[in-house]
Nanobody, 122 residues
Framework: QVQLVESGGGLVQAGASLTLSCAAS????????MGWFRQAPGKEREFVAR????????DYADSVKGRFTISRGNAKNTVYLRMNSLKPEDTAIYYC???????????????WGQGTQVTVSS
């Protein structure tokens, strides 16, 4: 099985940048599609970004397109989410997810990390 651990969350001001990391174990990191999701209090968990097994194909939610960048660091068994021009509405717990196929919905992922809190002040 795959174990995922997120890190890099914190409290920042609007307009700042932040990079989240997801460390994967299980020696099959390159065989899985990876995704980032987020959940704000009282709301459903929503899709943020995803990346293919090869790392050549990415997809983003409209709300973060042009501001966030997902990438793979396979040599260190990691996936990153670079967040620029952060807004208060980006405040949420961010989760890393993995699956053989993947997609843009929570139901398409088998493995999940514990989440990391991102808070953006105005």
């Amino acid at each position: 099985q795959v174990q995922l651990v997120e890190s890099g969350g914190g409290l920042v001001q609007a307009g700042a940048s932040l990079t989240l990391s997801c460390a994967a174990s299980g020696r099959t990191f390159r065989s899985y599609a990876m995704g980032w999701f987020r959940q704000a209090p009282g709301k459903e968990r929503e899709f943020v970004a995803r990346i293919s097994r090869s790392g050549d194909s990415t997809d983003y939610a409209d709300s973060v397109k042009g501001r966030f960048t997902i990438s793979r660091g396979n040599a260190k068994n990691t996936v990153y989410l670079r967040m620029n021009s952060l807004k208060p509405e980006d405040t949420a717990i961010y989760y890393c997810a993995a699956d053989w196929v993947g997609g843009a919905s929570t139901q398409q992922y088998t493995y999940w990390g514990q989440g990391t809190q991102v808070t953006v002040s105005s």
